[in-house]
C-alpha cells in the first residue's frame, strides 16, 4: 500500500465520522491518478479538456462504497 492509500483511507475515515459528510470528492489533473482512485471506490462525476494540454476528472466516493479494490494484475 503506497502512501496515497494512506492519505486516502485517512480522508475517508474522517468523512465516515462526519454525521453531515455524504462522503469525498476531490480532482486530479494527472491521468495515472484516475485508476487508483477508481480503485479506492471513486466514481468520476466529470471529466473535461481544459486546454490542448490540461485535463481534469472530478470524482466522488461515498461514505458506503466498498472500501479498495483488489488491483488485478
Known amino acids: 500500500m ?3 492509500r494512506i492519505l486516502l483511507d ?4 474522517m468523512s ?9 470528492s ?4 494527472v491521468v495515472r ?10 466514481q468520476i ?3 473535461e479538456r481544459v486546454t490542448d494540454d490540461l485535463e481534469t476528472w472530478i470524482f466522488f466516493r461515498p461514505n458506503d ?3 479498495h479494490k483488489e488491483a488485478t494484475p
Do not use: F, I, K
Open 10 to 13: 485517512a480522508v475517508h475515515e
Open 16 to 24: 465516515r465520522l462526519d454525521p453531515h459528510s455524504p462522503g469525498v
Open 45 to 47: 462525476t466529470n471529466h
Open 33 to 42: 491518478n484516475v485508476p487508483l482512485y477508481q480503485r479506492c471506490g471513486y
Open 2 to 4: 503506497g502512501l496515497g
Open 65 to 67: 462504497a466498498p472500501d
Open 26 to 29: 476531490l480532482s486530479t489533473e
